[in-house]
């Protein structure tokens, strides 16, 4: 009767070990897939309040349009919080102080390199940081385009890293915000304001994939703000913020960690079953095998790595080690305390007392088990 009892406690672990990746993979099935491409048409839709509204403001500040287009984003390090992006940005304006200057100087219609320096710094025109990057961007090519109306055209394609934020318990499940944040450098909002009027997440037609790994993107959204500056209380800045919903494909780490995992927690528990301390020829297999997949755990850990997030709070996976070590190292030392038992032979009970420990760990493990579920997902 206990056996059976354990082995319904062990069919339930399984199940609810496997539900979250069951969830999610039905979810994913039912779900209409989602392009890798966000329809620039809606963003400009929906940026155009935007733009209306900043020209409602009375003040004689130029408005710079923003256009922009992620290319690539890629190195996603969930144990650095890093990750690298390459876009590019071009920013269009209208510049009437300048006009005959740039028509009487400037012949051509295009320039670029050491050409667009030369020639930004006798006009007017905008400068933009990238926000919290970990590393200053690196600009890959950049032109200047002048039309016979006098407006700009100023184009940068560039990469950089940056980080994000890791407040992901239920990871591998779950998803990330990643974004994008350029901000006004040496003109405030008095002077200049950006004004976001398209974004796409990779150019139309594109064959290469924007999103580079195991991720897939979810939704996409901008928001134009203002943003103080240490370096003066009185001014503030146009900022543009461009975000990033994607998701972890959560099939890559059921393979890498739950599987594994799964596997150790059942042969830990079907070796504390099946391997009576009764006989002496099971001690020293009983034993060696649970010391064994306590290793085996402890190596899955540290192999992981990068694969796993550095928080300072337990995700779903910590709980998941937790769990299995704390069922490993419960029956590796109930199986020495009752090998030992048997070995002296004075305790009347060795019996029930193994019987105990036979129901009682995996009950345990699948208690922990709901918990952590309920604590991640629920709570």
């Known amino acids: 009767m206990i056996i059976n009892f354990t082995k319904s406690i062990i069919v339930s672990f399984l199940i609810l070990f496997l539900l979250p990746s069951i969830t999610t993979f039905a979810e994913e099935k039912n779900s209409d897939i989602l392009p890798n491409t966000i329809d620039p048409i809606k963003f400009s839709q929906k940026n155009l309040s935007l733009e209306v509204t900043s020209k409602k403001d009375n003040d004689n500040s130029k408005h710079v349009k ?74 890959l090519f950049s032109t200047l385009h002048i039309n016979p109306n006098g407006s700009l055209e100023l184009f940068e394609k560039f990469e950089t890293t940056l980080p994000f934020n890791t407040q992901i318990r239920q990871y591998p499940f779950g998803e990330l915000n990643l974004n994008l944040d350029i901000v006004a450098f040496t003109h405030d909002v008095k002077e200049m304001k950006f004004d976001p009027v398209y974004f796409e997440i990779g150019h139309q037609n594109q064959d290469e994939q924007v999103l580079i790994g195991d991720w897939t993107l979810v939704d996409s959204y901008l928001d134009k703000k203002l943003v103080d500056r240490l370096s003066t209380k009185s001014q503030k800045y146009s900022k543009n913020s461009f975000h990033f919903i994607i ?9 890498r960690i739950f599987i594994p995992l799964g596997g150790v927690i059942v042969i830990s528990l079907f070796l504390t079953l099946f391997s009576s301390l009764r006989f002496e020829q099971n001690k020293m297999m009983r034993v060696g095998s649970q010391l064994t997949l306590l290793l085996t755990t402890f190596a899955l850990k540290f192999s992981l790595g990068d694969s796993i997030p550095h928080t300072h709070y337990l995700n779903l996976i910590d709980l998941v080690f937790l769990i299995a070590t704390g069922v490993i190292v419960l029956n590796l030392f109930s199986s020495i305390i009752i090998s030992e038992l048997y070995l002296i032979g004075t305790y009347k009970n060795i019996n029930k007392l193994e019987l105990l420990f036979d129901w009682i760990t995996p009950l345990i493990a699948l208690i922990a088990l709901i918990g952590s579920i309920y604590t991640v997902f629920y709570n």
């Not at 890629?74 to 028509?103: P, Q, V």
């Not at 400068?127 to 919290?132: E, G, L, T």
């Not at 998701?247 to 393979?255: A, N, R, T, V, Y």
């Open 66 to 139: 923003v256009f922009t287009v992620i290319d690539r984003i890629y190195d996603i390090n969930i144990s650095k919080s890093t990750f690298k992006i390459e876009a590019e940005i071009l920013l269009t304006w209208i510049n009437t102080d300048d006009h005959f200057k740039l028509k009487s100087n400037f012949d051509e219609h295009t320039y670029s390199n050491q050409e667009i320096r030369d020639i930004l710094k006798d006009i007017w025109h905008p400068k933009f940081i990238v926000q919290s990057e970990i590393h200053r961007r690196e600009t």
């Open 247 to 255: 998701k972890h494909d959560f099939k890559d780490m059921f393979q």
